[in-house]
């Protein structure tokens, strides 16, 4: 059964960081694209940033770029989101999911298959 668990998530100043996991069971993913999407409270959930399935391409959206860092461990089965210079309008439960083998160009929730449960991240201001 393939499972996918987040973890990290918190309640944060603005201003402050946070380190989201994603651990993988049930088989592999080093061969697959990943992703991070978050959802606030009435929106819909968003892209946030994708990596490839060696690490070697990463792309986060315009709203955090420079401040949020994808990166993951194969050998762990694990990926993470680096959050830093958070904001109030950070604030979301924080999912992760699985792309398409190798890499992904998308942002659209409809090309990940599998997805965590997710993880909330408050950051107050």
């Known amino acids: 059964q393939v499972q996918l668990v987040e973890s990290g998530g918190g309640l944060v100043q603005a201003g402050g960081s946070l380190r989201l996991s994603c651990a993988a069971s049930g088989r592999s993913f080093s061969s697959y694209a990943m992703a991070w999407f978050r959802q606030a409270p009435g929106k819909e959930r968003e892209f946030v940033c994708r990596i490839s399935w060696s690490g070697g391409r990463t792309y986060c959206a315009d709203s955090v770029k420079g401040r949020f860092t994808i990166s993951r461990d194969n050998a762990k089965n694990t990926v993470y989101l680096q959050m830093n210079s958070l904001k109030p309008e950070d604030t979301a439960v924080y999912y992760c999911?699985?792309?398409?083998?190798?890499?992904?160009?998308?942002?659209?929730?409809?090309?990940?298959?599998?997805w965590g449960q997710g993880t909330q991240v408050t950051v107050s201001s």
């Open positions: 999911a699985v792309g398409p083998k190798y890499y992904s160009d998308s942002a659209y929730t409809t090309d990940y298959d599998y």
